[in-house]
């Protein structure tokens, strides 16, 4: 059975760091692609930031570049998103998600961030 197990979450205050993780089990993805969205209060689940294995090849929300960094271990099938300069805006769920190919077909059970004033 494939999972994603994602953890890292909490209560920042704005300004602050923190660091997602996400593991994979029950299938490789390191010639496929994972990443992060989130969903916050309201909204629709958006799209933070991808990387794809084989290219280490990533890309970005707009309101993200320059402040969260996705990175992956292959070895561990782990993704990470580090995530600094944390905005209010920033607080939602963050799911993590991947696929063999170029779609997210895996999603995780998501990560609650809360950033604080």
């Known amino acids: 059975q494939v999972q994603l197990v994602e953890s890292g979450g909490g209560l920042v205050q704005a300004g602050g760091s923190l660091r997602l993780s996400c593991a994979a089990s029950?299938?490789?993805?390191?010639?496929?692609?994972m990443g992060w969205f989130r969903q916050a209060p309201g909204k629709e689940r958006e799209f933070v930031a991808g990387?794809?294995?084989?290219?280490?090849?990533?890309n970005y929300a707009d309101s993200v570049k320059g402040r969260f960094t996705i990175s992956s271990d292959n070895a561990k099938n782990t993704v990470f998103l580090q995530m600094n300069s944390l905005k209010l805006e920033d607080t939602a769920v963050y799911y993590c998600?991947?696929?063999?190919?170029?779609?997210?077909?895996?999603w995780g059970q998501g990560t609650r961030v809360t950033v604080s004033s």
């Open positions: 990387i794809r294995g084989s290219s280490g090849d990533r």
């Open positions: 998600a991947a696929g063999l190919g170029y779609a997210y077909s895996v």
């Open positions: 029950g299938r490789t993805f390191s010639s496929g692609v």
